[in-house]
């Protein structure tokens, strides 16, 4: 079972940036992956997303500022996210996929808080 630890989260002003990683137990070459984000009083949802072959898909919410990138040697999924506004605020969260379904169980996030 592979395990994955979500990682660099952090305080930033609206228009900032930040870069999160998502470090594999294992290959993930054979998955898709997605970013998800938790805020307060709304459902999780899928941010982004990577096929096996590199293809991406963003929520209309994030295109634009948002990539998802891939290192399948080095087992890490990355979300660079920029112009970053207060809405971003959330828990973010790296699944493998099935289709549009998560595979395994979620971790603990890493928190992203962008002030006004």
């Known amino acids: 079972q592979v395990q994955l630890v979500e990682s660099g989260g952090g305080l930033v002003q609206a228009g900032g940036s930040l870069r999160l990683s998502c470090a594999a137990s294992g290959s993930i070459s054979i998955n898709a992956m997605g970013w998800y984000r938790e805020a307060p009083g709304k459902q999780r949802e899928l941010v982004a997303r990577?096929?096996?072959?590199?293809?991406?898909i963003y929520a209309d919410s994030v295109k634009g500022r948002f990539t998802i990138s891939r290192d399948n040697a080095k087992n890490t999924v990355y979300l660079q996210m920029n112009s970053l506004k207060p809405e971003d605020t959330a828990v973010y969260y790296c699944?493998?996929?099935?289709?549009?379904?998560?595979?395994?169980?979620w971790g603990q996030g890493t928190q992203v808080t962008v002030s006004s």
């Open positions: 990577t096929s096996s072959g590199g293809r991406t």
């Open positions: 699944r493998r996929l099935l289709g549009d379904a998560p595979l395994g169980s």
